[in-house]
C-alpha cells in the first residue's frame, strides 16, 4: 500500500483518497458498485451487497405515495431509473437475484395500489370490477391487516397480478434484465 501510494501521489501526481483505498482480496473488494468472484478458475463480476441494498432503497422510494405523483409518472420514473440500473450492471449474471427482488418489487406495487384505495368503499368497488365476489371483496376490504401483509395475500396477487401490472405499463425487474443483458 505504501509503495502505491508514494507512487500514485509522488510519480502520478495525483490525490490519494486514504477512506477508500484498500488492500484486500478481490472478492472482498468494491469497485464501481461490483464486486469479483471466482467461478471454476475464473473470475467473475457480480453486484456489491451495498449496491443492490441503494438499489431496494430507491425503487422503494419511487414506489412511495408520499410523493404526489400520478401512476402514470411513478411508472415513467421507475422505467427511467430500472433501464438506467440495468444497463450500467448489464455485465452481470444476477437473474438468480432479481427473480427474488422482483418478487419483492411487485409486492410494493401492490402494497400501493391497495394503500391508494384507501377507503373499504372503494377496495370493495376496485376489487369487484377485478373479478372478486362482493362477499370476499368485503371481507378482505375490511381486513385489519398491515398494508405489506396483504400485498402478499392471494386475494391482491390474483386480482393485481403480474400480467395486470404489466398492463398497467410497470416495468419488471427480469425482462429488463434479460432486454438489456449482454451474453457471453
Known amino acids: 500500500m505504501e509503495s502505491i501510494t508514494k507512487f500514485v501521489e509522488g510519480k502520478l501526481m495525483l490525490k490519494d483518497n486514504k477512506e477508500k483505498s484498500v488492500v484486500g482480496h478481490v472478492s472482498k473488494i468494491k469497485f464501481l458498485g461490483y464486486s469479483f468472484y471466482n467461478y471454476r478458475g475464473e473470475s467473475r463480476l457480480r453486484i456489491h451487497p451495498k449496491s443492490l ?5 430507491k425503487i422503494k422510494g419511487l414506489t412511495g405515495r408520499s410523493r ?11 422505467r427511467e431509473y430500472l433501464t438506467g440500473w440495468m444497463h450500467y450492471f448489464k455485465l ?3 437473474e438468480s437475484s432479481l427473480r427474488k427482488m422482483d418478487t419483492w418489487y411487485r409486492r410494493g406495487l401492490r402494497m400501493v395500489q391497495w394503500k391508494q384505495w384507501k377507503h373499504s368503499k372503494t377496495k370493495v368497488t376496485k376489487l369487484t370490477q ?3 365476489s362482493k ?5 378482505w376490504a ?8 396483504t400485498a402478499k395475500s392471494w386475494i391482491l396477487s390474483t386480482t393485481l397480478s403480474n400480467d395486470y401490472l404489466k398492463h398497467l405499463g410497470y416495468p419488471s425487474l427480469l425482462a ?3 432486454r438489456v443483458c449482454v451474453k457471453t
Not at 404526489?68 to 421507475?78: K, V
Not at 362477499?135 to 371481507?139: I, L, N, T
Open 142 to 149: 375490511h381486513t385489519r391487516k398491515s398494508y405489506w401483509h
Open 176 to 178: 429488463e434484465y434479460k
Open 92 to 94: 452481470v449474471d444476477m
Open 135 to 139: 362477499y370476499k371483496a368485503h371481507e
Open 130 to 132: 377485478l373479478g372478486v
Open 68 to 78: 404526489g405523483w400520478s401512476e402514470e409518472q411513478r411508472i415513467l420514473y421507475l
Open 53 to 57: 441494498g441503494n438499489m431496494k432503497a
